[in-house]
Structures are given as C-alpha cells and as structure tokens.
Antibody
Framework: QVQLQESGPGLVKPSETLSLTCTVS??????????WSWIRQPPGKGLEWIGY???????NYNPSLKSRVTISLDTSKNQFSLKLSSVTAADTAVYYC???????????WGQGTTVTVSS | DIQMTQSPSSLSASVGVRVTITCQAS??????LNWYQQTPGKAPKLLIY???NLETGVPSRFSGSGSGTDFTFTISSLQPEDIATYYC??????????FGQGTRLEIK
C-alpha cells in the first residue's frame, strides 16, 4: 500500500516561507489518475484544501491561498512539495499531504506535520 | 465557493444504535461528495466516495446517500471504535474543494 510522509520545519517565522515535502513510498507520483494534494487543519478546527498537482505537473490551488502557494513535483525523488509564502499566525496548522483520485477523493494520507508560525 | 453545512455539530449516541449525519451543499453538486472519518490525532480516512460508494475495506455498517444539495451519512449500528469526527467534502467542477465543519460523534 502506498505511503506518504510529510517533512519540514515545525516552526516558521512570520513573513517567511513555509516549505514542506511529501515523500511517497510503495508507489509513484508519476502514476496516471492520481493527483497529489495538500490539506491543512488549524488547531481545533476543520479541514482546508490547499491545492493539488497532477502526475503531469498541472496544478490547482484554493483561490484563498493562490497568491501565496506553489506546489511542485519531483519525480526523480518521488516527492511533491508545498511552499506557502508570507506566512502569518493564521497559517499555523497541521499540514497533510494526500493522494487524490483525479484530484477529488483523498484516499491515502500522510500522518500530518504541525507547523507553527511564531517569532 | 460552495459551502457545506453539516448537522449536527456534535452527537452523543449509545453503542448499537443507528446514527445519521446530514450535509447540505449551497448549490447542486450532483453526487460529487465524499465522507471522511478523523480520530483524534490522526489523519482523515476516506469512507464514502461519490455520495454512496463504500471505500474498499470500510465496514458495511457505514453508508451514504443523497444527490443535488442534500446528503446523508449513516452508521447502522454504532461501535465504540466509531468515535471520531466526520467530515463531508464536495468536489464539484467549480473548485475549490470544500469540507463541512465536521460532526463530533461521542459514545453516550
């Protein structure tokens, strides 16, 4: 069964860029029909979709974050990444990476990584 | 954005009873709706896709129904391990993907 694992700094300063990587094992990010997504969950709150990248590299982002978000794919390392610029305390959350069937149904999730924005 | 409204926000029920959660979309989303289960400290888990299809490996006591704007998620006989927060999620062609606010389910 495919597995996903998030990695990256747990603490980011305000106005800086949050950078996370999701490593995919027992599967390939180049697999057709699967898209690779990022979702976040602020403490004690619900889920927010950030965006996804397809196996071919096309992207779709949440309009509320679009000006600050970049999702990229590294097929050589079997990874995909999230960059969120100009972060504020409101970006403090657990960040999940997930595999999505055609971008819409998140059927495999990473365990999540907590990112705190604080000086 | 399409708004998803779940009810109730929280629910307490006894083991063995039937539990129902509803999700209403702010506009017609056909059957483009999923249901997830999230236990404390864990990632969400996909239970139902396309409104009524059971994900592989998910117990048959879970089911979903509905289309258009009104959807229902049912646990036919509540088990202790079903304690979790449940989220609906829509994926209509008009992005972004959005989630309901969640329903927290507890054992009475």
């Amino acid at each position: 069964q495919v597995q996903l694992q998030e990695s990256g700094p747990g603490l980011v300063k305000p106005s800086e860029t949050l950078s996370l990587t999701c490593t995919v094992s027992r599967g390939s990010v180049s697999s057709g029909s699967y898209y690779w997504s990022w979702i976040r969950q602020p403490p004690g709150k619900g889920l927010e979709w950030i965006g996804y990248i397809s196996y071919s590299g096309s992207t779709n982002y949440n309009p509320s974050l679009k000006s600050r978000v970049t999702i990229s794919l590294d097929t050589s390392k079997n990874q995909f990444s999230l960059k969120l610029s100009s972060v504020t305390a409101a970006d403090t959350a657990v960040y999940y990476c997930a595999r999505s069937r055609w971008g819409y149904s998140m059927d495999v999730w990473g365990q999540g990584t907590t990112v705190t924005v604080s000086s | 954005d399409i708004q998803m409204t779940q009810s109730p926000s929280s629910l307490s029920a006894s083991v063995g009873v039937r539990v129902t959660i509803t999700c209403q979309a702010s506009q017609d989303i056909s059957n483009y709706l999923n249901w997830y289960q999230q236990t404390p400290g864990k990632a969400p888990k996909l239970l139902i896709y396309d409104a009524s299809n059971l994900e592989t490996g998910v117990p048959s006591r879970f089911s979903g129904s509905g289309s258009g704007t009104d959807f229902t998620f049912t646990i036919s006989s509540l088990q202790p391990e079903d304690i979790a927060t449940y989220y609906c999620q829509q994926y209509d062609n008009l992005l972004p993907i959005t989630f309901g606010q969640g329903t927290r389910l507890e054992i009475k």
